[in-house]
Structure formats: C-alpha cells, structure tokens
C-alpha cells in the first residue's frame, strides 16, 4: 500500500490496542510518531530506498510463483525459499519486540516493521511474482496511466477514501471501525483471529495467541507462524478472483472493476489493522483482548 493504506491499517490498530501493548506504543513511538501506529506506519517505505536500508526492500511481499488469474496459492518453502521475504519478516520482528534486552530504538524499528509488515501482506499484489508483482503491468487509473501495483498500492484506495471517507486516513480508519464494531465486520472479526487456512492441515490451524504463545516461547530467531502464511494465503487468493480480472484499457478506478475492488480493500484494510492490534495485545497483554 501507499502511505494512505499504512496509517489508515496504523489507525484501525491504534483503536483496539489492550493497556499494555497501548502503552508499550506509546512510550515506544514518543511524539516524534504523535504516540500512533498511523503516522508510525509508512517509516518502512521512507528508509527501504537509503542505502542504509537497502536490505529490507525485500521484505515488503512474497513472491508468490502460481500463475493468477487461473491458479493461486502461496508456499513458504517455495516462494520465500532464499529466507528473505515478508513472512520471515514478521517473524524476525515479532521475536525482536518481544525481546526485552533489545534497546528501545531496536524494539521501535521492530514496532515500525510489524506496524507496516501487517499492512502489506493484506494487499494481494505484494503476495504474487507476476510482473514484479504487478509493477510492469500497464493500467489506467481515473484516465491517467499506471500499472496495476500502483492502482491497488494508491489509485483505487485514494479514489475511495476520496469520494466516500473525507479523504483522510483518520476519517477513512474511523469509518472501518464502526464497522467493526457494530457494522457489516461485527460478525467476522473473529475468524479473523482465527488462523485456519483451506490448504495447511489440520494439525496447524491454531489462534493467534497460540501461534504467538508457540513462537515467542521457542526464543528462536525465526520459528514458523501460521497466522502470517493463512493472511498471505487469503491476499494471495483475490490476484485470482478480482486483482487480474480486468479488461486491456478498462480503467480500474471507475466502473465496475473498481465496484469489485473497493470492498476488497476496505476489508483487507480493516481486518489487518484488526489482526495488528491482536498481534501487540498477544504479545504485550497475553491475550488478544478482542471480541
Ligand atoms: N518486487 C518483486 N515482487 C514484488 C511484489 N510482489 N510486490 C512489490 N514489489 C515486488
Ligand atoms: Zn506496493
Ligand atoms: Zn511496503
């Protein structure tokens, strides 16, 4: 996502966090962040391109090699074969926040990385290889040319929240909590915690707390989460039913390929920031603390 998915994700989070994860953000960001996952959320992008960073460019997606639209999946050992990709790299951070003998400014960068990890494993062109993910595809977003990463990274999302959330990412992260709360989300945010996924075996599906509880007691470096690989798996399943369901020269911000995608996105948007919050208030609260 652009800048505007990462705070809008910071932001559905920021609402739902239990006292100690709460506070954990708080005194972890300062003011420098306004105390919030939003503005916290874009610092993985703005230091991806120094050179000082250039290392975790490759952390933003996982190059998932089935062919969308006619086939979709996602396998850690073959798409993240080299180790490096966002799967490990939610587990890496996840490990380093929970790790009290780290420093401060190590613990906020791996704050910075969960906060935009999260966000980014929902958008379904960051868990596909074709095309660079999409990048060297031509699109046409509201008449002006693109490519089809870029549409769903920041077209499409900013035509939205444009013409129906006050085009602003507070406004925008608002509007999906009420639907959370007491809106057309209240009855699925707790199969969002649940990790089930169609393709792993039974024997793997599990919460989010036990998968937590399971990763940060094994005090490896990186230990398989299967939450992080059943989220990738759901972005990953809409490059097949809607992200390449397009026409050539069909402009994807209006008509009826945006009707299709917008409510994708909305949810993505929302359930990450949900299953973001969830994550810190497993890891700082020992439970979910979510409906
Ligand atoms: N570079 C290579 N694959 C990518 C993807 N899926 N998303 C973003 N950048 C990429
Ligand atoms: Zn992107
Ligand atoms: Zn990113």
Do not use: M
Not at 17 to 32: D, E, I, Y
Not at 42 to 71: C, F, G, I
Not at 235 to 257: M, W
Request: with cysteine; aromatic share 8%; charged share 15%.
């Amino acid at each position: 996502w652009g800048a505007l998915g990462h705070q809008s994700v910071g932001y559905v989070a920021q609402q739902f966090l239990a006292p100690n994860a709460l506070s954990f953000v708080q005194s972890s960001l300062g003011s420098t962040y306004s105390e919030s996952l939003g503005p916290a959320a874009t610092w993985a992008d703005d230091v991806k391109s120094q050179k000082a960073y250039s290392w975790s460019s490759a952390l933003h997606y996982v190059d998932a090699e089935d062919n969308p639209p006619s086939s979709c999946s996602v396998s850690e050992s073959r798409d993240c074969g080299s180790g490096q990709c966002i799967l490990t790299a939610i587990a890496n951070y996840t490990t380093r926040i929970a790790q009290t003998s780290l420093s401060a400014a190590q613990r906020q960068e791996a704050l910075k990385f969960l906060d935009h990890f999260l966000g980014d494993i929902g958008q379904p062109l960051h868990v596909e290889a074709k095309e660079v993910g999409g990048n060297d595809i031509d699109a046409i977003c509201g008449g002006k040319s693109t490519n089809l990463h870029a549409a769903w990274d920041t077209g499409i999302l900013t035509t939205n929240v444009d013409a129906n959330h006050g085009s602003s990412a507070q406004t925008y992260a608002n509007d999906l909590v009420a639907r959370i709360q007491s809106g057309t989300y209240k009855s699925l945010t707790s199969s969002w915690l649940s990790c089930t996924s169609t393709t792993e075996p039974a024997s793997r599906k599990r919460s989010i707390e036990t998968d937590l509880f399971e990763h940060i007691s094994a005090r490896a470096t990186i230990t398989p989460l299967e939450c992080p690989l059943v989220w990738a798996q759901e972005s990953n399943a809409y490059d097949c039913s809607v992200v390449f369901s397009y026409k050539s020269g069909q402009d994807l911000c209006t008509g009826s390929y945006y009707n299709a995608a917008v409510p994708v996105i909305d949810l993505q948007i929302a359930k990450q920031g949900y299953r973001l919050a969830a994550w810190l208030n497993v890891i700082f609260d020992g439970a979910t603390n979510l409906p």
